[in-house]
């Protein structure tokens, strides 16, 4: 590995680490990081959370089941289950090749940097994740008879003293 390559990982690695996990927050309009939930019937709701590169799967998974609950408790249900969940990746690569003299500079699913050394060509893969979810709000009878039922107080119990909430909460 030549002096460039070494230079651009550990600047790469050095901006990756300046940046902290998504905490757990109100989705900002701007960038839309953090969560998100909107009625879809009066007991039905989807709730969604969104990190950025920082923030590992399973806490934003973490986050989405806190975010279920805490809705849970505002609608003035105690129980929630799942009818949908899923959490998507999205990657995106960065490389350090702009390109022979000349090239189109578009942007694309690739971001470039503007030096030009066509020995030089390292890719860096960044994931971030989202979960969604559609739950269903349970009265004590139907959480009876759902083995998929939580006890939104529970959940909120365990997690929510782990979460990493914004500074504003």
Not at 18 to 45: E, F, K, M, W
Request: glycine share 6%.
């Amino acid at each position: 590995m030549n002096f460039n390559r070494i230079a651009i990982a550990s600047t790469f690695l050095t901006l990756a680490a300046c940046v902290s996990p998504t905490p757990y927050q109100a989705a900002d309009p701007d960038h839309r990081l953090g969560y998100s939930d909107q009625r879809l019937a009066d007991n039905r709701i989807r709730v969604s959370f969104r990190g950025n590169a920082a923030t590992q799967r399973e806490q934003v998974e973490s986050y989405l089941l806190l975010r279920s609950a805490e809705v849970t408790r505002e609608a003035g249900y105690s129980w929630f289950a799942f009818d949908t969940r899923d959490t998507e990746a999205k990657t995106t690569y960065y490389t350090d090749f702009a390109g022979w003299p000349g090239w189109h500079r578009g942007f694309g699913w690739y971001h470039h940097s503007w030096a030009f050394d066509p020995r030089v060509e390292t890719t860096f893969p960044t994931t971030r994740y989202e979960a969604y979810a559609e739950i269903v709000l349970l009265t004590p009878q139907q959480a009876k008879g759902d083995s998929r039922a939580l006890r939104a107080d529970d959940v909120i119990a365990r997690l929510g003293p782990t979460a990493e909430r914004s500074p504003a909460h």
